[in-house]
């Protein structure tokens, strides 16, 4: 088969990069994109020369279509097909409900709902096209199907991320859709320095993304719907 191409926004730092580092050992052709374009270019051209792999840096912001476009139309010229994208670009802000910042609030959903929303519509005629069966990811979170006091803005983008998962996967039936739902997981995510080590029930990026991997590999028939990753130290909350 010839290489396949993955597409990951919010790939400058954090889960984006593990994610993009464990496609590209698995011999994807790699797109990555964030707005912070030196690092995802830099990252690209490393990994290329580490795997072999063509790769593709650009700047993505996810709030701007037009941005989008530009880079899928990048990955087009490029490697001639989208096999996998992942949907991974999020930011996150708490606090009680009461007295939330309100412009922190559409930020969220800028980027978390509406982002996820513009990436799988600029690139589902692509999926659709692809050589294997093109498979979506979107990156949500533990909390998408629960609630917790502090998180309500940020856990209801997730718990719309999780609706938009399943109305794409209804919708495009040949595609496979999957929920990646990370736990609580080390990174700048939300502010946290990513250089702490991790405390018990904290995953590392790594993790995560090496979890990934049943993914990205599974046989073209297979459909894995929703991935839940945790730390074997966090609580078990449903
Ligand atoms: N860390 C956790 O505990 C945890 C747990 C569950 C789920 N998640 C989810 O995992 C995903 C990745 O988060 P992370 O932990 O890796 O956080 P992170 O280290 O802060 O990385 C976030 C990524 O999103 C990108 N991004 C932010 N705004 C963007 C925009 N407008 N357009 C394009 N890219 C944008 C950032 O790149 P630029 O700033 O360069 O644009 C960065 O690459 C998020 O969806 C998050 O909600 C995280």
Not at 56 to 77: H, K, N, P, Q
Not at 170 to 190: D, I, K, N
Request: charged content about 20%.
């Amino acid at each position: 088969m010839s290489t396949r191409t993955l597409a990951i926004t919010g790939a400058s730092r954090g889960l984006g990069v593990a994610v993009a580092e464990v496609a590209a050992a698995e011999g994807f052709d790699v797109a990555l994109g964030a707005r912070d374009a030196d690092a995802v270019e830099r990252l690209a051209a490393d990994l290329a020369d580490e795997h072999g792999v063509g790769g593709l840096g650009m700047r993505c912001d996810v709030t701007d279509v037009a941005s989008i476009a530009s880079f899928r139309d990048a990955i087009i010229e490029r490697f001639g097909r989208l096999d996998v994208v992942v949907a991974n670009a999020g930011i996150g802000s708490f606090g009680p409900m009461v007295g939330f910042d309100s412009d922190a609030f559409d930020a969220m959903f800028a980027v978390n709902v509406r982002g996820v929303w513009a990436t799988l519509s600029a690139v589902a005629d692509d999926l659709e096209a692809a050589p294997t069966r093109g498979t979506a990811i979107l990156v949500s979170s533990d909390v998408s199907d629960r609630v917790f006091p502090g998180g309500g803005p940020y856990v209801a983008t997730k718990h719309a991320v999780r609706a938009l998962a399943r109305t794409f996967q209804q919708e495009h039936p040949q595609l496979r859709v999957c929920e990646l739902r990370p736990g609580s997981t080390r990174s700048s995510f939300a502010g946290q320095d990513p250089t702490t080590p991790s405390g018990e029930g904290v995953l590392s990026s790594t993790d995560v993304a090496r979890t990934l991997r049943v993914v990205l590999t599974a046989p073209d028939d297979v459909r894995i719907e929703e991935l839940v990753v945790r730390s074997a130290g966090q609580a078990p909350d449903y």
